[in-house]
């Protein structure tokens, strides 16, 4: 059955999309002509080398030198791109420089709305960098951060990128021991990190955790502190130490940028850890600047001057990508605290006052908006949002209904998926086609994704393996330390050589839109039939009295399986009869009898990696009698004291 059209673009709209635009340029220079975008999206992938060329003349990227090739005939992952081209991010950022709009609004909990223009932003990148090439930087060695999500960030982000130096950062929210877990892999020679954050109204000194940090990392020659509140008593007497405010007095003359390789690393992004050491993956200049101009302006349809929000932190890639519509000209808008402090309507109230056009966050977030209740449009005037993106989890049926019915109806909801892997997303949004409940629009331009079965046969409309069949620029370079690309291979390519396998259950509707089931490394396979928790937990949300839920399904020593569904009730309810009820109800309602849990367990918290994902096959592996440091690297875990529970239960199951 065909889902509801939730939203339509109007003529006006398409016409005035960054789309709309390249595919007039398409006919005009290269005399190619799509009357769709499926046409256009399979052009794309067929023709990609032709397509990736466009890309490039279309945003005009400046190559200091001129390349070969556009792509080599390597398999993944060792395909090569643009040989021969030497380039810099960075430089196409400052190029759209302009004292018509400011560079950075940002607010958080310590400080309201302030703007930052693109003369000082300048100012501020271009003495970051002075220092820099003082201390003796040179393009490969790496700059390692330890921030929240303030300016200060984005300045040395833009002054690494912009000498060809590697970037890498991890949020003060992150322990000691998860953050040298990523940092002693790279080795930086500097550390750039805050004293303390602050969330939830409270601040978290962080200065111990500093010290430790850097006392592990015997490669960094100079650690510069920021201050988050403003001042720091006697620390920068510690050895190799510079505060923020005396860097900035760097004498300067003008900003530079190093033309490096197309493939030279630009950032290094890491795995979530949940089993091992995180991996490092390292990306590339090039690949990561021609995939974003062609998602922030095609699928995110970000124009300049206006104003582009994503709630994130220095930990997540989501900050990375943030960073890219100042490539389009836009105003990037950042900010720093908890989304819930001091309630959740903060952000509608920060994207009403600045005004947000594009507003970023995570499918859990809408739907803890949805169950308080939040009505956006009460806390101010959103009549220039356009647009709303979610990421980081599938976004139900019901989250879809909610942007729609309480955010805004005219509003172009551009639901994405892709990951740390690739800085980007495979699949999003598209500005001349119809959003249908419960599905994403489209497969990006330039990414040959499919799905597939048991026997890995194409499918469409069924729910199979999803699977990348052709190169992309910005998959990873190499993951760092790994010479022989040994954890690259079976981070991807294990399970059908020469193809990527994303680790994601996915449908592709006779639309040609995409459901996201959830990961396949947690699948449920419930009789033989697989489920994807994603679908479990759309149909628990829906009840309004169950905060959040984990999902998992153990095989039993003697055969069959036990299915528990664990959850946290929300203040105030209790997990009783009526309720367990309701939700088999709902279950066995929306989907089938195999998807209703064996038992219904309160828990009072669920384990959640610091990149906010739910650990389902830590939980299932400790239930079915592992240790938990066999389990799981409770480094990467936010919350690693909610494991004791279920190692507490795995007793019973398994005594």
Same mark, same amino acid.
């Given at each position: 059955?065909?889902?509801?059209?939730?939203?339509?673009?109007?003529?006006?709209?398409?016409?005035?999309?960054?789309?709309?635009?390249?595919?007039?340029?398409?006919?005009?220079?290269?005399?190619?002509?799509?009357?769709?975008?499926?046409?256009?999206?399979?052009?794309?992938?067929?023709?990609?080398?032709?397509?990736?060329?466009?890309?490039?003349?279309?945003?005009?990227?400046?190559?200091?030198?001129?390349?070969?090739?556009?792509?080599?005939?390597?398999?993944?992952?060792?395909?090569?791109?643009?040989?021969?081209?030497?380039?810099?991010?960075?430089?196409?950022?400052?190029?759209?420089?302009?004292?018509?709009?400011?560079?950075?609004?940002f607010q958080s909990e310590l400080r309201p709305l302030t703007a930052i223009s693109w003369k000082a932003l300048k100012q501020n990148v271009t003495a970051l960098q002075s220092f820099f090439i003082q201390q003796g930087i040179q393009p490969g060695d790496r700059i390692a951060a330890y921030l929240p999500n303030i300016p200060e960030a984005t300045v040395s982000l833009l002054?690494?990128?912009?000498?060809?130096?590697?970037?890498?950062?991890?949020?003060?929210?992150?322990?000691?021991?998860?953050?040298?877990?990523?940092?002693?892999?790279?080795?930086?020679?500097?550390?750039?990190?805050?004293?303390?954050?602050?969330?939830?109204?409270?601040?978290?000194?962080?200065?111990?955790?500093?010290?430790?940090?850097?006392?592990?990392?015997?490669?960094?020659?100079?650690?510069?502190?920021?201050?988050?509140?403003?001042?720091?008593?006697?620390?920068?007497?510690?050895?190799?130490?510079?505060?923020?405010?005396?860097?900035?007095?760097?004498?300067?003359?003008?900003?530079?940028?190093?033309?490096?390789?197309?493939?030279?690393?630009?950032?290094?992004?890491?795995?979530?850890?949940?089993?091992?050491?995180?991996?490092?993956?390292?990306?590339?200049?090039?690949?990561?600047?021609?995939e974003h101009f062609k998602y922030l302006a095609f699928h995110n349809d970000v124009h300049p001057g206006e104003n582009f929000f994503w709630f994130t932190t220095t930990g997540w890639m989501m900050w990375n990508y943030l960073h890219a519509a100042l490539l389009l000209g836009a105003t990037i808008v950042l900010y720093d605290g908890s989304p819930g402090y001091p309630d959740?309507?903060?952000?509608?109230?920060?994207?009403?006052?600045?005004?947000?056009?594009?507003?970023?966050?995570?499918?859990?977030?809408?739907?803890?908006?949805?169950?308080?209740?939040?009505?956006?449009?009460?806390?101010?005037?959103?009549?220039?949002?356009?647009?709303?993106?979610?990421?980081g989890s599938p976004l139900p049926q019901e989250g879809f209904d909610y942007v729609y019915e309480k955010i805004k109806k005219d509003l172009w909801l551009c639901s994405m998926s892709g990951g740390t892997d690739v800085c980007t997303a495979f699949v999003g949004g598209c500005p001349v086609l119809p959003v249908y409940e419960g599905e994403i629009q489209c497969r990006a331009?330039?990414?040959?994704?499919?799905?597939?079965?048991?026997?890995?046969?194409?499918?469409?409309?069924?729910?199979?393996?999803?699977?990348?069949?052709?190169?992309?620029?910005?998959?990873?370079?190499?993951?760092?330390?790994?010479?022989?690309?040994?954890?690259?291979?079976?981070?991807?390519?294990?399970?059908?050589?020469?193809?990527?396998?994303?680790?994601?259950?996915?449908?592709?509707?006779?639309?040609?839109?995409?459901?996201?089931?959830?990961?396949?490394?947690?699948?449920?396979?419930?009789?033989?039939?697989?489920?994807?928790?994603?679908?479990?937990?759309?149909?628990?949300? !829906? &009840?309004?009295?169950? %905060?959040?839920?984990?999902? @998992?399904?153990?095989? +039993?020593? #003697?055969?069959?399986?036990?299915?528990?569904?664990?959850?946290?009730?929300?203040?105030?309810?209790?997990?009783?009869?009526?309720?367990?009820?309701?939700?088999?109800?709902?279950?066995?309602?929306?989907?089938?009898?195999?998807?209703?849990?064996?038992?219904?367990?309160?828990?009072?918290?669920?384990?959640? !990696? &610091?990149?906010?994902? %739910?650990?389902?096959?830590? @939980?299932?592996?400790? +239930?079915? #009698?592992?240790?938990?440091?066999?389990?799981?690297?409770?480094?990467?875990?936010?919350?690693?004291?909610?494991?004791?529970?279920?190692?507490?239960?795995?007793?019973?199951?398994?005594?």
């Amino acid at each position: 059955m065909t889902p509801p059209i939730l939203w339509q673009p109007s003529d006006q709209f398409k016409r005035n999309s960054n789309l709309a635009k390249y595919i007039l340029w398409l006919k005009d220079n290269l005399s190619l002509e799509f009357k769709t975008y499926d046409a256009l999206w399979a052009w794309s992938v067929e023709y990609s080398r032709d397509f990736w060329e466009s890309i490039s003349d279309y945003f005009k990227v400046i190559h200091h030198s001129s390349y070969s090739s556009v792509v080599s005939n390597d398999p993944m992952p060792y395909t090569k791109w643009f040989e021969g081209s030497t380039l810099n991010y960075a430089e196409h950022i400052f190029r759209n420089a302009t004292d018509q709009c400011p560079a950075i609004l940002f607010q958080s909990e310590l400080r309201p709305l302030t703007a930052i223009s693109w003369k000082a932003l300048k100012q501020n990148v271009t003495a970051l960098q002075s220092f820099f090439i003082q201390q003796g930087i040179q393009p490969g060695d790496r700059i390692a951060a330890y921030l929240p999500n303030i300016p200060e960030a984005t300045v040395s982000l833009l002054a690494a990128m912009s000498i060809g130096a590697v970037w890498s950062s991890c949020s003060p929210d992150f322990g000691a021991a998860s953050v040298m877990e990523r940092f002693q892999q790279i080795e930086p020679k500097i550390l750039i990190a805050t004293d303390a954050y602050m969330y939830n109204g409270k601040l978290f000194n962080r200065m111990e955790d500093v010290k430790t940090i850097k006392a592990a990392l015997p490669t960094v020659e100079k650690l510069i502190l920021v201050p988050f509140t403003g001042t720091i008593s006697g620390e920068e007497n510690m050895n190799g130490t510079v505060l923020w405010n005396e860097v900035l007095q760097t004498p300067y003359i003008t900003l530079q940028f190093t033309a490096v390789p197309f493939d030279h690393p630009i950032w290094i992004l890491y795995s979530s850890g949940t089993t091992g050491i995180p991996k490092a993956i390292t990306h590339s200049h090039g690949g990561v600047l021609l995939e974003h101009f062609k998602y922030l302006a095609f699928h995110n349809d970000v124009h300049p001057g206006e104003n582009f929000f994503w709630f994130t932190t220095t930990g997540w890639m989501m900050w990375n990508y943030l960073h890219a519509a100042l490539l389009l000209g836009a105003t990037i808008v950042l900010y720093d605290g908890s989304p819930g402090y001091p309630d959740i309507s903060i952000l509608w109230r920060m994207a009403a006052k600045v005004p947000v056009h594009h507003f970023g966050t995570s499918a859990p977030f809408i739907m803890a908006c949805k169950k308080a209740g939040i009505l956006p449009g009460e806390y101010g005037d959103l009549s220039a949002l356009r647009s709303v993106s979610s990421t980081g989890s599938p976004l139900p049926q019901e989250g879809f209904d909610y942007v729609y019915e309480k955010i805004k109806k005219d509003l172009w909801l551009c639901s994405m998926s892709g990951g740390t892997d690739v800085c980007t997303a495979f699949v999003g949004g598209c500005p001349v086609l119809p959003v249908y409940e419960g599905e994403i629009q489209c497969r990006a331009l330039g990414c040959e994704m499919y799905a597939l079965d048991e026997n890995g046969n194409r499918v469409t409309d069924e729910v199979g393996e999803m699977v990348i069949t052709k190169p992309m620029p910005s998959m990873p370079v190499f993951f760092w330390n790994d010479e022989q690309f040994e954890k690259y291979l079976s981070s991807y390519f294990e399970m059908y050589p020469g193809i990527w396998r994303h680790g994601d259950w996915v449908k592709i509707t006779p639309r040609n839109g995409i459901v996201i089931f959830g990961r396949s490394d947690a699948t449920l396979n419930r009789q033989g039939v697989r489920i994807g928790t994603a679908e479990i937990y759309r149909a628990v949300d !829906t &009840i309004p009295e169950i %905060k959040d839920s984990l999902i @998992v399904n153990i095989e +039993l020593p #003697g055969g069959g399986d036990y299915m528990p569904l664990f959850v946290i009730m929300k203040d105030g309810h209790a997990l009783n009869p009526e309720i367990k009820e309701t939700v088999k109800r709902t279950l066995r309602a929306a989907y089938s009898p195999r998807h209703v849990p064996d038992e219904i367990i309160a828990v009072n918290d669920i384990p959640y !990696t &610091i990149s906010g994902k %739910k650990m389902e096959m830590p @939980v299932k592996k400790i +239930l079915m #009698g592992k240790p938990i440091e066999q389990s799981v690297n409770t480094g990467s875990v936010k919350n690693p004291e909610s494991l004791e529970f279920f190692k507490t239960l795995a007793t019973l199951i398994y005594p």
